[in-house]
């Protein structure tokens, strides 16, 4: 069954003018972008990532750049993702952090990106996936929502999610299923009221919570 819905899905978000597919495409320029826009990212949509993706960039190309810049400098580059005081702060520490405990490379695994600052699990898959080609997870609301609706999963969290895909999910869907999922999530299989109608993999879904749909 998963192969079939993870060949209808790829071939279906490929029809979506969605922003997650041109933020794939900023992300790919380089491992310090992807780190950048990944940690800016949570709470966050995409939509407002595209808008001052031009403007952080300008003014932030590597981590000397974060260093030059004061904490609330960053905070009216990032200025409006979510948490960006938070966000700044973490942006200002990440440049010693990576000397300090990376020789000034950014880690290429998910234990040492989960190391830095303002870098979760969520955000250390995406960002070894992304950045470095690696068989991660990144498992978001989501991917955790539509797993679980698909009844492929039966899972309570994100955590719980990716442990779980990790044993069943078979491998070459790894680095894909994110990008595919947060698409089909945003414009297909919504949070409330999804368009069931409409989706192409019904017929394999169990629709587990679905009150209602359109």
């Not at 790829?10 to 380089?30: C, D, G, Q």
């Not at 068989?135 to 609706?149: E, F, K, L």
């Not at 299923?177 to 017929?203: D, E, M, W």
């Amino acid at each position: 069954m998963i192969d079939e819905i993870h060949k209808i899905l790829k071939e279906e978000v490929r029809n979506y003018n969605v922003p997650i597919a041109e933020l794939i495409k900023l992300k790919t320029e380089s491992k310090f972008k992807t780190l950048i826009i990944t940690i800016l990212s949570s709470r966050t949509t995409d939509k407002t990532l595209l808008k001052i993706h031009d403007r952080i960039f300008s003014e932030i190309n590597g981590f000397d750049d974060l260093k030059r810049l004061s904490a609330s400098e960053i905070e009216k580059l990032i200025y409006p993702v979510g948490f960006y005081r938070n966000k700044a702060k973490y942006l200002k520490r990440l440049p010693d952090v990576i000397e300090k405990e990376f020789n000034g490379r950014i880690p290429d695994n998910v234990d040492d990106l989960m190391k830095l600052p303002g870098v979760g699990r969520k955000v250390a898959n995406v960002v070894s996936v992304v950045a470095f080609g690696n068989y991660d997870i990144g498992v978001d609301t989501h991917v955790h929502r539509i797993m679980n609706r698909l009844g492929y999963l039966k899972t309570k969290n994100p955590d719980e999610t990716e442990k779980t895909l990790r044993k069943k999910l078979p491998k070459e869907y790894w680095k894909d299923i994110n990008y595919i999922l947060v698409a089909f999530g945003q414009n297909l299989c919504t949070p409330i009221s999804p368009h069931c109608s409409r989706c192409p993999i019904r017929k394999y879904c169990k629709r587990v919570e679905v009150k209602k749909s359109r």
